[in-house]
């Protein structure tokens, strides 16, 4: 391991099916062949109206409502909230918790990572002067600054509402700290450190702040609601944690083999936001040249160019990949120790599905 439209009305939707109906249709089927998103159908159908619904509850001004749903529109990937309640589920399978208290709970903190997420999105997107997501325009070209500041507090603050619904101290203190690596994580991106031996290191404590804290203590979270004893709340989040740098590492791999149109935003963004990701770390370990690149945050005449063309020259891109791969085997290594059930194999599938989208 690696230190460094709304709801329709209820007669009109389909009654949910039962959780045993669903382990059954699953468990006909080849462990190769289950499809968490179909598996958690029931739960994620309507987890970005419920969300939705919590922002419009909370305030009368149209126009906050409008900015604060904007990512909230249901075409992202439910990645986070998916990968929570499998865990969750998992894990009730795993302690014999069927109490339908506990499952509404650990959606709610499924919820809640979804918000904290979004709001970063919103917060990243007027730091980065993004102009796409998700294959639509970014947040900061239709609104301004000062409004989207406001936005993504509101979004946080009204995750904060639902989190406190819960009564739980310990889930709450679990997901503060998400907030807190957000806050730091988004400041060492801004100050890069300056030395080569730390930047890996810092690189990965950055990574982990920034995107695998929120994965990582999610699940942690729904594991202490779950009543699953010490050692299985840490594997949720050690889980967490691996699947949540496999994830931005393939995010920052990305960036350097796709096309604009396959990942729904620019590519080399990161470049040309003058962050130095796996990649381009790695590759400067063959190319020195990219070193002083680094230290001027490749703001220099034709730097990205040359950076972007050193990298695919170099073993960066395949260093990245093994990277992805160990953290994924770990994720998989971790789920395993669960016990045998549809969920557990999803969790498995997991990091099938962040491996397949490497190239």
């Known amino acids: 391991m690696i230190d460094f439209s709304e709801r329709g009305s209820k007669r009109n939707r389909r009654e949910p099916r039962t959780q045993t109906q669903r382990v059954l249709e699953i468990n006909?089927?080849?462990?190769?062949?289950?499809?968490?998103?179909?598996?958690?159908?029931?739960?994620?159908?309507?987890?970005?109206?419920?969300i939705r619904q919590e922002i419009s509850r909370a305030t009368t001004h149209q126009e906050l409502h409008k900015m604060a749903s904007y990512y909230l529109d249901g075409q992202g990937k439910a990645f986070r909230p998916m990968v929570?309640?499998?865990?969750?589920?998992?894990?009730?399978?795993?302690?014999l918790n069927a109490n339908q208290s506990t499952a509404t709970a650990q959606r709610q903190i499924a919820m809640v990572a979804e918000m904290i997420h979004t709001a970063s999105l919103v917060h990243d997107d007027v730091i980065d002067q993004s102009f796409a997501r998700r294959g639509k325009p970014?947040?900061?070209?239709?609104?301004?600054?000062?409004?989207?500041?406001?936005?993504?507090?509101?979004?946080?603050?009204?995750?904060?509402?639902?989190?406190a619904r819960l009564k739980h101290d310990e889930v709450t203190l679990i997901i503060s700290q998400v907030l807190t690596d957000l806050v730091q994580g988004e400041f060492m991106q801004l100050v890069a450190t300056e030395s080569e031996n730390d930047r890996f290191a810092h690189y990965y404590t950055k990574t982990y702040r920034k995107t695998a804290s929120l994965?990582?203590?999610?699940?942690?979270?729904?594991?202490?609601?779950?009543g699953?004893?010490?050692?299985?709340?840490?594997?949720?989040?050690?889980?967490?944690?691996?699947?949540?740098?496999?994830?931005?590492?393939?995010?920052?791999?990305?960036?350097?083999?796709?096309?604009?149109?396959?990942?729904?935003?620019?590519?080399a963004v990161d470049l040309k936001l003058g962050l130095a990701t796996a990649p381009v770390l790695?590759?400067?370990?063959?190319?020195?040249?990219?070193?002083?690149?680094?230290?001027?945050?490749?703001?220099g005449p034709g730097d990205v160019e040359r950076a972007y063309e050193l990298v695919h020259q170099s073993q960066g891109l395949e260093e990245t990949r093994f990277l992805v791969r160990r953290h994924c085997y770990e994720a998989q290594r971790l789920a395993s120790r669960l016990d045998d059930s549809p969920y557990q194999k999803g969790l498995i599938v997991v990091s099938d599905l962040l491996l397949n989208r490497m190239k």
Request: with cysteine; proline share 4%.
């Open 215 to 226: 994965i990582a203590n999610s699940l942690k979270a729904v594991g202490v609601v779950s």
């Open 84 to 95: 929570t309640i499998l865990m969750a589920k998992a894990l009730n399978c795993h302690t």
């Open 282 to 299: 790695f590759a400067s370990e063959e190319f020195p040249e990219l070193n002083p690149m680094i230290r001027r945050h490749f703001r």
């Open 138 to 163: 970014s947040v900061n070209v239709l609104w301004n600054h000062k409004q989207l500041a406001q936005a993504g507090d509101y979004i946080l603050a009204v995750a904060s509402m639902l989190l």
């Open 28 to 50: 006909k089927n080849p462990e190769h062949n289950i499809d968490p998103y179909k598996l958690l159908e029931d739960e994620l159908k309507y987890i970005y109206v419920d």
């Open 228 to 267: 699953a004893d010490t050692r299985m709340v840490q594997l949720s989040y050690q889980y967490g944690r691996n699947i949540g740098l496999a994830f931005q590492l393939l995010d920052d791999l990305l960036d350097f083999v796709s096309s604009s149109e396959e990942i729904g935003k620019p590519v």
